[in-house]
């Protein structure tokens, strides 16, 4: 069986301009030493992450501990938000009711589901029979949760929305889907 767990990024600083680069808060940052608790009882066998900041950020810490590198994949990056903006909730359940919908430069749900997926499916070969830690956002990691459970929706989405950092594991025997189980929820105030 392999394991895959899902760490979706602490709390990240609101008012930093540029999405890739945005650090996490003070709070992230002290939030992060839950995932290490979390995870700490488990044989992990790769870290691979998100090439943004507050995703690497919020694993760091536990691979160091186990004096692990992260391996980045641009596939599992943020959604690519559009000019009218990501936090209306109407946009959201929009984007929700109609995965190929996207806003002016921004990027749909079935882009995003695409090349997670991709990359999880290749994960899961490289990685067969092993335990995964990757370093994630609430929206690439709700695309993987609706693409194995089609009744994962928006609402599912609004709460791990809320979520920072939340882990869930998916386990699967070669790649077929089998479960998952939530380790962490911290709700944070968005």
């Keep these: ?13 609101g008012s930093w301009p540029e999405d890739r680069s945005k650090p996490l808060t003070a709070i992230g940052m002290q939030e992060r030493k839950k995932v290490i608790s979390a995870l700490a009882n488990i044989r992990i066998d790769a870290f691979i992450s998100s090439p943004y900041k507050r995703s690497m950020d919020t694993i760091a810490e536990c691979a160091e501990a186990r004096q692990m590198c992260i391996q980045t994949d641009e596939r599992f990056r ?18 929700w009711k109609d995965f190929d919908f996207c ?12 090349r997670n997926i991709e990359a999880l499916k290749e994960v899961l070969r490289s990685f067969a029979d092993k335990n995964i830690v990757i370093g994630t956002h ?53």
């Design 1 to 13: 069986m392999t394991s895959v767990f899902f760490v979706r990024h602490a709390q990240p600083d």
């Design 103 to 114: 806003e002016d430069g921004g990027e749909s749900l079935n882009s995003v589901q695409r």
């Design 78 to 95: 943020e959604r690519q938000t559009g000019l009218k903006g990501y936090s209306s909730i109407e946009i959201i359940e929009k984007r």
């Design 138 to 190: 609430g929206t690439a990691l709700c695309t993987v949760l609706n693409y194995y459970d089609a009744s994962f929706t928006c609402e599912g989405f609004v709460r791990i929305w809320h979520s920072m950092p939340y882990i869930i594991r998916l386990d699967f025997e070669n790649d077929r889907y089998i479960d998952r189980e939530e380790l962490l929820n911290i709700e944070s105030s968005h």
